[in-house]
């Protein structure tokens, strides 16, 4: 099993930068990849980004250019550097740990909220 611990939500103006951490312990090595996901009110939770256990990374369209998803393996940590902040950006973000058996964990989740 993997726990999840998100952090780094909050409210930010149209804009501006937040950026999230994921710590995660357990079986941390046997997660494939970690990623963030977001949920919008009415909205189905969606992939932002994701970064392999070898480094590799994939981003949704819209977040392209202004999220940065990085990891420290020392701190067993992820990040989501969030720039050029939009209202749209709005919604609760959760932290995923995809296992290498396809089982998927999931962090609290933390709220962000752009708006002026």
């Known amino acids: 099993q993997v726990q999840l611990v998100e952090s780094g939500g909050g409210l930010v103006q149209p804009g501006g930068s937040l950026r999230l951490s994921c710590a995660a312990s357990g079986s941390i090595s046997d997660i494939y990849a970690t990623g963030w996901f977001r949920q919008a009110p009415g909205n189905q939770r969606e992939l932002v980004a994701r970064?392999?256990?070898?480094?590799?990374?994939n981003y949704a369209d819209s977040v392209k250019g202004r999220f940065t998803i990085s990891r420290d393996d020392a701190k067993n940590t992820v990040y989501l550097q969030m720039d050029s902040l939009k209202p749209e950006d709005t919604a609760v973000y959760y932290c995923n740990a995809l296992m290498r058996t396809g089982n998927n964990y999931w962090g609290q989740g933390t709220q962000v909220t752009v708006s002026s």
């Open positions: 970064i392999t256990r070898r480094g590799s990374t």
